[in-house]
C-alpha cells in the first residue's frame, strides 16, 4: 500500500509541475547552500588534517604571546637569541631553529612594495628542523639557500607569475631589501596563501646585517623532541623552565609554547564557529521551503476534497488519508533535497576548480562523505513531512458527506 501512495504522491507533483517546482525552491537552495558549504569546509578541514600530520608529533613551536597561525602574522617580539639557546640546552630537546621577521621595503626596477622578509640558519641540522615543520617550501626553481650564501634569497612563486612590481623577478634578477641588494637564487613552489606565495627568505647572518636593529629579537622557535610520545610532557617542561629562565611569574607568561594538535585544535573551533553562523544563514531557505510545502498541502487538500470524499466513501480510514498527504509533502521535500544535493555537489566542485587554478593548490577541495548525502536526503523529506502534517491531519478529519458536497 505504500507503494501505491508514493506513486499516487509522484502523480500528483508531476501533474502540476510548475507549483511542485515553485515548492521545492525554497528546499534546493538551502540544501545546495548546506552541501556545498559543508562539502567545501570537510575538504579544507582534511587539507588541514593532512598538513598538519606532516608536521609530526615531534614538534613544538615557541611564539610570542598572541601570536597564532605561524611566521609572520605580527606580534610584539618577546623571545631572544638567549632563550633560543636555553630552549636547545633543555633536556629532550633534539635540536631547534629560529626566525626573525620583519616587514620590510623591497624594491624591483624602481618599483616597490612592503613584503616579510625571514631570516632562518641554514645550517643543515638546524634547517632540517624548519624544513620538517614547513615541507610546502619545496624549491620549483633554482636551488634553496645554503649556510655559506650572502646577499642571496628565495622566493614566492607570486613574484615570477604576478606582477607585483611593475614586472616580473626572474630566477637570477636583484632584488633591493631594505636598501641592500639582493640576488634571487630559488622560487618556492606554490603554497596556496598570497601570503605565503609572496615571502622572502634569506640567510641568517645576510638578515643581521640588513636589519641590524632587530637584535637578538627572534620572532619564532622551532623545536624537535627526542621522544614523540612526550609531548606534553615537554611541552610542560619546556614552558615551566623558560618561564623561570625569563624571570616571569606563572601566569604571566609572554610567550606560548604549541604543539601542532593545539593549533589544529585552535583552527577547528574557529573555523567551526563560522561554518556554523554560514550553514544556519543558508538554512533560512529551508524554513522558506518548508512555509511552501505547508502552503502547497493547504491547497491540495482544497482541491482534492471531493477526491478524499470518495476515498473515504469507499473504505479509506483518516489515518490512510494522513499519511497519503504526509508521504506527498516528504516526497516534495525529498526531491527537492535531491535536486538541491546535485547543484549543491556541482556549486562545490565550480569552487574547487576555480580556486585550484587561482590557487595553484587543493587548499580549497570539495568533499562528499556519504553521511552528509544521506543526511540532507533525510532531513529534506522531514522538513516536508513537518511542513505537511497540518494540513495531512486537517485532510485526514473531513466527513465524507461534506467531502462530496464541496464544490
Known amino acids: ?80 637569541l638567549d632563550d633560543h639557546e636555553f630552549v636547545a640546552d633543555i633536556s629532550g630537546v633534539e635540536g631547534t631553529n629560529y ?15 612592503f613584503k616579510n622578509v625571514f631570516g632562518l640558519s641554514y645550517k643543515p641540522k638546524e634547517y632540517k628542523i624548519f624544513a620538517e615543520a614547513y615541507s610546502t ?42 636598501g641592500h641588494d639582493v640576488e634571487v637564487v630559488g622560487v618556492w613552489e606554490r603554497i596556496g596563501n598570497p601570503d605565503d606565495d609572496s615571502n622572502i627568505m634569506i640567510n641568517i647572518d645576510t638578515y643581521d646585517l640588513i636589519f641590524p636593529e632587530k637584535g637578538d629579537e627572534i620572532d619564532y622557535i622551532y623545536i624537535k623532541i627526542s621522544d614523540p610520545t ?23 607568561e609572554d610567550f606560548d609554547v604549541q604543539s601542532p594538535v593545539q593549533l589544529l585544535e585552535a583552527f577547528f573551533a574557529i573555523f567551526g564557529v563560522i561554518q556554523a553562523v554560514i550553514i544556519g544563514i543558508a538554512s533560512i531557505s529551508l524554513l522558506v521551503g518548508g512555509i511552501g510545502i505547508t502552503n502547497t498541502m493547504y491547497t491540495a487538500v482544497l482541491e482534492r476534497t471531493r477526491e478524499i470524499g470518495i476515498m473515504k466513501s469507499i473504505g479509506a480510514r483518516n489515518s ?36 585550484t587554478s587561482i590557487l595553484g593548490s587543493a587548499l580549497l577541495r570539495a568533499y562528499f562523505p556519504w553521511y552528509l548525502i544521506v543526511g540532507s536526503l ?28 464541496y464544490e
Open 320 to 355: 490512510d488519508i494522513l499519511l497519503l498527504f504526509v508521504i506527498e509533502a516528504g516526497t516534495l521535500g525529498l526531491a527537492g533535497g535531491a535536486i538541491g544535493i546535485a547543484i549543491g555537489m556541482a556549486i562545490a566542485k565550480s569552487v574547487e576548480i576555480i580556486a
Open 230 to 252: 612526550q609531548t606534553e610532557l615537554m611541552e610542560q617542561r619546556i614552558t615551566d623552565k623558560l618561564r623561570n629562565h625569563k624571570g616571569l611569574d606563572k601566569g604571566k
Open 1 to 80: 500500500m505504500i507503494k501505491d501512495f508514493f506513486r499516487y504522491a509522484m502523480s500528483n507533483i508531476f501533474h502540476r509541475k510548475l507549483r511542485s517546482w515553485l515548492t521545492m525552491l525554497g528546499i534546493f537552495i538551502g540544501i545546495a547552500a548546506v552541501v556545498a558549504l559543508v562539502s567545501l569546509g570537510q575538504g579544507l578541514e582534511k587539507y588541514v588534517n593532512e598538513e598538519f600530520e606532516k608536521l609530526g608529533t615531534d614538534k613544538l613551536f615557541i611564539t610570542p604571546k598572541g601570536m597564532f597561525g605561524g611566521p609572520g602574522t605580527g606580534a610584539a617580539a618577546s623571545l631572544t
Open 378 to 405: 533525510v532531513f529534506s523529506f522531514l522538513v516536508g513531512i513537518i511542513a505537511g502534517a497540518t494540513p495531512a491531519r486537517q485532510a485526514s478529519k473531513l466527513k465524507p458527506v461534506d467531502a462530496l458536497r
Open 99 to 113: 626566525i626573525k621577521i620583519t616587514n620590510a621595503p623591497v624594491e624591483f626596477k624602481d618599483s616597490q612594495i
Open 137 to 178: 617550501y619545496g624549491i620549483e626553481q633554482g636551488r634553496d639557500l645554503k649556510e655559506s650564501d650572502r646577499f642571496k634569497a628565495t622566493i614566492g612563486i607570486d613574484y615570477t607569475v604576478k606582477e607585483l612590481f611593475d614586472k616580473k623577478v626572474k630566477l637570477g634578477d636583484t632584488i633591493e631589501i631594505n
